[in-house]
């Protein structure tokens, strides 16, 4: 099993409302990442969490806010957000092994604030 | 830092022909991890084929397969027999060996398969 679940799929919200992202992988991978894209764009890495701990944040603004209840869950909270942070939001995870490092990547959440 | 670039961004094949697509990248670093991901209109960010710097031997997937060539710093992707379903944006990647597991993407190809 190969498989990174998000949901949902597609995500409309105003600007003052709060909705959360879920990811879910059951490869048994210690490391979880949220990414978000713009159109014809790469990814761009916004959290990592290792060993269920947020090891790396890439200054993401705070109404972003990760959450990683157990090694298998990943949340992404979202309150206030402008309409510029409409985007695809990919969840990924990865194994921390040596000769281990490649990421899978889940369908994403295609996010539009309005 | 490491820094990934595709100057293709976009290319053309037909149907069961064959394509390269060309990335180079920079780094100090002598411990790394090259990967090309595939990304559909679907959506979803699909691992295609990954090469680990310490192996000169060239990584291949069925009908791809790469060109390393670690001097240069260079690691394209060749497609063979190309399909309908190739049909892609197709992203060249970097990943250090050392303890942080952040993916350097360039910024893709969009390759198109005509019938």
């Known amino acids: 099993d190969t498989e990174v679940t998000q949901t949902p799929k597609h995500l409309v919200m105003g600007m003052t409302n709060k909705k959360s992202l879920k990811c879910e992988q059951h490869m048994g991978h210690r490391a979880m990442y949220w990414y978000k894209q713009k159109a014809k764009k790469p990814p761009e890495l916004m959290f990592v969490?290792?060993?269920?701990?947020?090891?790396i944040n890439e200054s993401v603004p705070s109404r972003f806010s990760p959450e990683c209840p157990n090694s298998s869950l990943l949340n992404l909270h979202l309150h206030a957000l402008q309409p510029e942070d409409s985007a695809l939001y990919l969840c990924?995870?990865?194994?921390?092994?040596?000769?281990?490092?490649?990421?899978?990547f889940g369908q994403g959440t295609r996010l539009t604030v309005v | 830092a490491q820094t990934v670039t595709q100057s293709q961004p976009e290319m053309s094949v037909q149907e069961a022909e064959t394509v390269t697509l060309s990335c180079t990248y920079d780094?100090?670093?002598?411990?790394?991890?090259l990967f090309w991901y595939k990304q559909p209109p679907s959506r979803q960010m699909i691992l295609v084929i990954r090469?680990?710097?310490?192996?000169?031997q060239n990584a291949t997937e069925n009908r791809f397969s790469v060109n390393f060539q670690k001097a240069a710093k260079s690691f394209s992707l060749k497609i063979s027999d190309s399909q309908l379903g190739d049909t892609a944006m197709y992203f060249c990647?970097?990943?250090?060996?050392?303890?942080?597991?952040?993916?350097?993407f360039g910024k893709g190809t969009l390759l198109t398969v005509n019938p």
């Open positions: 990647a970097f990943v250090s060996g050392g303890s942080n597991y952040k993916l350097t």
């Open positions: 780094t100090s670093e002598s411990n790394y991890y």
């Open positions: 969490y290792s060993y269920e701990k947020l090891s």
């Open positions: 990924a995870s990865s194994q921390l092994m040596a000769g281990r490092t490649e990421a899978f």
């Open positions: 090469q680990e710097a310490y192996k000169q």
